[in-house]
């Protein structure tokens, strides 16, 4: 092995062991976090509320487009009476949690990177540190609750107007029928796909939140350090997305 | 520099080097490198009891990492850094934290929390560590804003602030846990005379009407020679003389001389090292 290489897989190993033990620390300041919960709320309203009209808007034209590629499919084996049951287990088990995954990390994640980031590079957890008051428990745990609960609230928005958008193009422009549509989409879908869309959401909400805080937590405390950290947030949030959308679809197969 | 002779005090008064029972600071033999090259090697510093200690020096010589030995936020490799009495390098975080509780601290920058008001910034450490009820909390909050002039600024979000305010706001916040020992970091760096005056006044202020101890870091050498007790000079990673302010002026000691005057010719270099000047510009112009 190259002395690059190694030293890159050396980095690799060491970055990942330093979230590791960011995580372990992150949750043990959890449990004192929770005895506040206005600081969790705040967050919520922080990464949640003010991502919801970007959700909407996602949601809404995914199921649109949702509703005419599937038409077009259905359409060819002559079961267009199928497509709300398609758009359904597409958004529930797949688009949804996914989507809204990637669409937090740009939109609360880089947030959220970038402001701890900033409070790093004016010595306001320093200053926290000073005062014995623990950064960890005041600024990175109520921050990653808060995005470990709005992302599966999120998630179900996302679903919701997706599935209006699909019945929107499919019943009102297609001309599907609207009995068939809900009723097909009803006595097909099982409590089982719902459980695998929420179980991705609350995980990669936790993976997207978890990369989001330790990059800010850790950023270099200049201008270009926080700027880097915010697109490396991007980066990993989307790959470990997609990574373990693969892992628990398989898993729950 | 390195062997730049170190000033002693001939005549032991109130204001001379602290007894060891007095000190509420003291930094002993301290030693402290980064990646390898040493900030810190052998320094003494002790800071006494209801006193101000300046520690002065040039740009680059540590002063602000001495100020993170002194509140435990890094440890030393070698010697001992006492606050309290305690070898802050020895103690667990719970202890770390009763610690700096007794402690307050005035960033340069003034490191208020952007997110939240004035009001909310000096009530921050109240709330984190006491169940006091909320119209104490504004009577103590509002008492501290008054004692720095800013009562009417309470309701102003942080970014609203001119650098002075911000770091009038900060001394409020660092003293309204009624701190034993007030750390001061660079608190004169960009401010407009007034503001200056009235930072200095009220550092000097907070030392004799609430008897904290204060450990002031600063290269405004008229400033704080103006209202320390005992000033310690800084170079090279170790003290090169101390004193009091009237003993430092006094010193024929060339490193002293040259900081208390602001030459550029002297035993602590202007230029950093490089090579010959005018061969490079001459290597430049071929």
Redesign the interface.
Known sequence: MSGARKAGLLELVRKTGVTGLFFLRLLRACIPALARPRLIVAQIYNAGARSLIIIMLSGLFTGMVLGLQGYDLLRRFGATEALGTAAAFSLLKELGPVLTALLFAGRAGTALTSEIG??RA???L??M??????PMR?VAAPRFLGGLIAVPLLTAVFNVIGLYGAQLIGVQLMGVDHGIFWAQTQSALALKDVTEGIVKSVVFGAVVSLIAVNEGYHAEPTAAGVGMATTRTVVASSVMTLLLDYVLTAAFL | MGGAERIRVTDPGPASPPASSDAVVDVRDVHYAVDGRPIFSGLDIVARRGLITAVMGPSGTGKTTLLRLITGQIYADRGVVSVFGRDVGTLGATELYATRQRMGMLFQNGALLTDVDVFENVAFPVREHTDLPEPLIRKLVLTKLEAVGLRGAAHLMPAELSGGMARRVALARAIVMDPEVLIYDEPFVGLDPISLGVILRLVKQMNDALNITSVVVSHDVQEISSIADYSYLLSGGRVVASGTPAELARSDSATVRQFMTGSAEGPVPFHYPAADYATELLENAR
Do not use: F, I, N
């Not at chain 1, 540190?129 to 623990?134: F, G, H, K, Q, T």
């Open positions: 900033l409070m004016t010595d306001q320093t200053a540190e000073v005062m014995a008051v623990d005041y």
